[in-house]
């Protein structure tokens, strides 16, 4: 047996021809964006402090299309040490439950949300140098 062409087009992406690179791209995002970001910060010693952070954003697939009911909210805590460089940090955010589209029901334009998440828990660890904002 032998894979159908369908089956193998992932395969066949060629950066050489637009073509065919452009049946392997999968778009993603969109055009319209909205962020709100909130964080408070409380030092400890003179290096070290912690951090507690809310976000909220959407992305949307139309043109000026702000969708305030999709908050997509997620909140976490942090540690930052200064350095010379910049402060080194770390944050894990936690997905709020109820609180990614008001009302609990996603509108029939067919979003989904994938489960992107280590080991499935609706959370994300970012490590940086030097502040978010």
């Known amino acids: 047996l032998t894979p159908d062409a369908a089956a193998t087009a992932a395969f066949n992406c060629d950066a050489a021809d637009p073509e065919a690179l ?6 993603t995002g969109g055009f319209t964006i909205w962020e ?16 507690t952070f809310c976000d909220a954003s959407d992305v949307s697939r139309q043109t000026f ?15 930052r040490y200064d350095t010379p460089v910049g ?18 029901k996603v ?16 959370m994300a660890l970012a490590v940086g140098i030097g502040e978010a904002y």
Request: charged share 20%.
């Open 87 to 104: 402060p080194i940090r770390a944050d894990l955010g936690v997905r709020i439950p109820g609180m990614q589209v008001l009302g609990g």
């Open 107 to 122: 509108d029939g334009d067919g979003e989904s949300t994938p489960n992107t998440f280590p080991l499935g828990l609706p």
């Open 65 to 79: 299309d702000i969708r305030v009911k999709y908050l997509h909210l997620s909140c976490g805590a942090g540690v």
């Open 36 to 51: 709100l970001s909130t964080e408070l910060r409380f030092q400890i010693t003179k290096p070290l402090s912690i951090a």
């Open 22 to 27: 452009a049946r392997c791209v999968t778009p």
